[in-house]
């Protein structure tokens, strides 16, 4: 079992900034891929971003490449994403994934049957 604790969200003007960290405890984290998703009011959880175990590969939605970067240190278990330029429509509740089989660009294609989830953080971006 992994459990997987997100923090660092907020309240942040457009334009602004805001650094996400997962930290997971219960399984050795350098086994799993890591991803962020994110849920906005009424809509369904999509895919934001993901990295490799190792952390040289990572993948992004194309709503957040260039402005979102991903991130993890496995010395301490944690999974980071920082978000900057933020948008309206980036407010959501974002959430940390890990699955043990994935790649990067797996993790992509469908939320369905991924293996450990957080109970999220909520990003809200003022206009």
């Known amino acids: 079992q992994v459990q997987l604790v997100e923090s660092g969200g907020g309240l942040v003007q457009a334009g602004g900034s805001l650094r996400l960290s997962c930290a997971a405890s219960g399984r050795t984290f350098s086994n799993y891929v890591m991803a962020w998703f994110r849920q906005a009011p009424g809509k369904e959880r999509e895919f934001v971003a993901a990295?490799?175990?190792?952390?040289?590969?990572?993948y992004y939605a194309d709503s957040v490449k260039g402005r979102f970067t991903i991130s993890r240190d496995n010395a301490k278990d944690t999974v980071y994403m920082q978000m900057n330029s933020l948008k309206p429509e980036d407010t959501a509740v974002y959430y940390c994934?890990?699955?043990?089989?994935?790649?990067?660009?797996?993790?992509?294609?469908?939320?369905?049957?991924?293996?450990?989830w957080g109970k999220g953080t909520l990003v809200t971006v003022s206009s």
């Open positions: 990295i490799s175990r190792g952390g040289l590969n990572t």
């Open positions: 994934a890990a699955d043990r089989t994935r790649s990067p660009q797996t993790m992509s294609v469908s939320k369905t049957g991924i293996d450990y």
